[in-house]
């Protein structure tokens, strides 16, 4: 029995060793991401106001795999002290050693109490200065201001090589998305579900990347080029804010949940948005898990969430398909006359007359 525990003692030392290589990981490549899309927004010639809002929310995730790394790089130590304390009492219990402490004494557990101390407090603080920094940023330290006209050249750097950041926008999105997945499959194991929390982020930073590609190859359309990179650039610098908003809130409700002796933490900063993209085949099951987590209320076992959770995709189908169709209706009041137009270009209807009032179909969207 003794040495079943031992081994299970140190699987879980190894899968906190894996995990923190992964946080270490994340970070390295979060903060080589973070350093080439800066130096790509600001250098000459190319410089990009939307490649800088795409850099400083990659800055954004460093603060949150640096806390992961400590976080896993703490559980291993406690796991490795609880396995030498483990040794310890059995020794004694044979007569092979002897103590003038009681290795049972959580006060002479250094690791475990440092660990305790870190998620109590260390993690907390890394919450609130990620929600400063996503808050506080968005208004702060940017070169155009809120509210700034799309078509103001005195306002917006737009590159002047579109096609080079649009190559690099796209490996970039490549690179962070490929890792993302990556953790956010591992953190389905309950050992690494804190990594989350960064593979989620990554996510973000992917979809962020391949909005500021997608611009960038509009701005080589001319009827296009004006707008590309200000919408991109607002969008990114609108979603900092609704992401460091939910991490506040996500800090502040966790003052008021219920805890469950032995549950496993979830970071304020693992946002549930982001969590949505990291598994969209299972929206039920995030919801589900937040609400277990926020009330401590078991949706998962109810009948109903099995049958949502059956039913979800067949109905976002359907859905998606009666919207569709909708599109291809067109109701002519009895004041009013119709034009056929076909990608911008008036088509004669039957008969070489505007349509009448009533009930029309047309193809449906786009």
């Known amino acids: 029995m003794a040495k079943v525990i031992e081994e299970v003692q140190g699987s879980f030392a190894g899968a906190e060793r894996r995990g923190k290589l992964v946080g270490l990981t994340g970070l390295l490549i979060q903060l080589g991401l973070f350093v080439v899309v800066l130096v790509a927004a600001v250098w000459s010639g190319v410089e990009s106001d939307a490649v800088l809002a795409s850099a400083r929310h990659l800055a954004g995730g460093l603060l949150i795999w640096l806390i992961l790394a400590v976080v896993f790089a703490q559980r291993q130590r406690s796991r490795v002290e609880d396995l030498d304390t483990e040794q310890l ?30 998620i109590r407090f260390l993690v907390p603080v890394f919450t609130v200065l990620t929600a400063v920094y996503l808050i506080g940023g968005t208004f702060a330290w940017w070169r155009w201001p809120l509210g700034a006209g799309l078509a ?64 960038m190859a509009m701005a080589r359309v001319e009827t296009t080029r004006l707008w590309a990179e200000p919408v991109a650039a607002y969008a990114i610098r609108v979603g900092m804010l609704l992401l460091g908003v939910e991490i506040l809130l996500n800090f502040i409700l966790d003052f008021y949940r219920p805890r469950r002796t032995g549950e496993d933490i979830r970071p304020a900063f693992d946002s549930r948005v982001l969590a949505l993209l990291g598994e969209p085949g299972g929206v039920v099951r995030s919801i589900a898990e937040t609400i277990n987590y926020q009330f401590g209320f078991e949706v998962s076992s109810t009948w109903f969430y099995k049958l949502v959770q059956r039913s979800v995709f067949p109905l976002v189908v359907l ?48």
């Open 89 to 118: 009492r059995r020794a004694q219990q044979k007569g092979l050693a002897t103590s003038i402490f009681d290795v049972g004494d959580e006060a002479m557990l250094l690791h475990r109490r440092r660990l305790n101390w870190t």
């Open 152 to 215: 103001d050249d005195h306002a917006w750097r737009r590159t002047k090589d579109p096609f080079v950041l649009m190559l690099l926008m796209a490996g970039v999105g490549v690179v962070s998305f490929a890792y993302a997945r990556y953790v956010v499959g591992m953190s389905r194991h309950a050992p690494w579900r804190l990594l989350r929390a960064g593979g989620s982020y990554l996510l973000g930073c992917s979809l962020t990347a391949v909005v500021v590609a997608a611009a």
């Open 319 to 366: 859905t998606a398909v009666v919207l569709m169709l909708l599109t291809s209706v067109v109701v002519v009041d009895v004041d009013e006359r119709a034009y056929i137009e076909r990608f911008g270009r008036q088509v004669a209807s039957a008969g070489g007359e505007p349509l009448g009032p009533g009930l029309h179909f047309k193809w449906f969207w786009p």
